[in-house]
Structures are given as C-alpha cells and as structure tokens.
T-cell receptor
Framework: DVKVTQSSRYLVKRTGEKVFLECVQD?????MFWYRQDPGLGLRLIYF???????EKGDIPEGYSVSREKKERFSLILESASTNQTSMYLC????????????FGSGTQLSVL | QKEVEQNSGPLSVPEGAIASLNCTYS??????FFWYRQYSGKSPELIMS????GDKEDGRFTAQLNKASQYVSLLIRDSQPSDSATYLC???????????FGQGTELSVKP
C-alpha cells in the first residue's frame, strides 16, 4: 500500500514563526500536492510538484512556499505564520501526471496563535 | 460562481435507502470526475471515477455524468450507517492534472 506520511498530526505555532510541514511518500510517485481544508471550503490546492525541484502554484499560494529536493519528500513552508493559516493541511501524492487517484496523508492540524 | 459546487448538507437518509449526492462544475472542458469519501477525522479516499457520459456502477455505488448539463452525481444504494461520511466531488480542469474539489456533502445514514 502507498503510504504518505506527514510529520506531525497537531502543531501549535505563534504568529510570525516560520513553519515547516513535511511529507514523505514511499511509492516513487512523481506528483505531490499540498492542500488545506477548511470547514465549508473543501480542499484548496496550495502548491504541487510533478518532479524533483519543480513546483507550481495552486489556487492559494500566498504566504506559502514549497521545497522538493528529493522525489519522495515535499515540504510546505509558512514563511511567517499568521492566524488565518490555522487549518488542516493535507499532503497527497499520485503516480504521475494524468493519474488522478490521490493518496492522502493523515493531515496536520495547524493552529497559529 | 465556484468551479465545483456541492450542497454541504447534512444529508440524512434512513438505513437501506438510496442516498443521492450531487455536484455541478463550471468548466465545460473538464474531462475527469471523481468522488472521494472522507470519514470524520480521516483523510479523503477515492471511491469512484467517471470519464464519459452515463452511469458507472461499482457495487452499491453508481456515478452518473452529464457533461451537457455539467453535472455529476453519486448514488449509494442500500445505504448503511458505515456510509456516513463527507463526500467530496473532484473535477480535473483543463490545465494539467490539477484536481478541483467541491466543499463536500456530509451524509448521515440513520439506523
């Protein structure tokens, strides 16, 4: 089975802190994604990557950056956390472009105080 | 107008009934349509995909697609309490492999 592992289940940070969310997948998937999920808003795409060192903006990239130095690892960075970034963050991967079956990690509930 | 719209619910049906979940999308050139199920506190998982007009059946689940009306639905026959979850409609737009999700419909199946 594909496993997508997110480093933390719950995280509490202060406004202005730099926050790193880590995601690792173990099935050699080419594509990796970061979503945030908020009540009533569904899943919104922050950034995605189709290859190592490649990244593309999703629908809500402001305030975030990403890093993909290795194929299996995709990191989401909040440069200066703000309270409106309090959310559930979900990492996902898929085999390759055009294969839409996403495998999700268990999520990180981030609270910014 | 949101790109993918669903009624947020909650939709409540009795056990054994048919649950009907609906989704509309705005991008006429969308080609691929998906239903993900998300149990409370868990991550979404893919349960159905559909690519052409008509019905696609998988066990108790039937996905229906009408591209002319820009409408996709999910029917769950013989609903069970274990089907209680939020169902997310997802549509692949015309740019690469990005999936666009609706806000989800919460389904509650009462014993």
């Amino acid at each position: 089975d594909v496993k997508v592992t997110q480093s933390s289940r719950y995280l509490v940070k202060r406004t202005g802190e730099k926050v790193f969310l880590e995601c690792v997948q173990d099935m050699d998937h080419e594509n990796m994604f970061w979503y945030r999920q908020d009540p009533g808003l569904g899943l919104r795409l922050i950034y995605f990557s189709y290859d190592v060192k490649m990244k593309e903006k999703g629908d809500i990239p402001e305030g975030y950056s990403v890093s993909r130095e290795k194929k299996e690892r995709f990191s989401l960075i909040l440069e200066s956390a703000s309270t409106n970034q309090t959310s559930m963050y979900l990492c996902a991967s898929s085999l390759r472009q055009g294969r839409e079956k996403l495998f999700f990690g268990s999520g990180t509930q981030l609270s910014v105080l | 107008q949101k790109e993918v719209e669903q009624n947020s619910g909650p939709l409540s049906v009795p056990e054994g009934a048919i649950a009907s979940l609906n989704c509309t999308y705005s991008d006429r050139v969308s080609q691929s349509f998906f239903w993900y199920r998300q149990y409370s506190g868990k991550s979404p998982e893919l349960i159905m995909s559909i690519y052409s007009n008509g019905d696609k059946e998988d066990g108790r689940f039937t996905a229906q697609l009408n591209k002319a009306s820009q409408y996709v639905s999910l029917l769950i026959r013989d609903s069970q309490p274990s089907d209680s979850a939020t169902y997310l409609c997802a549509v692949r737009g015309n740019q690469g492999g990005k999936l666009i999700f609706g806000q989800g419909t919460e389904l509650s199946v009462k014993p």
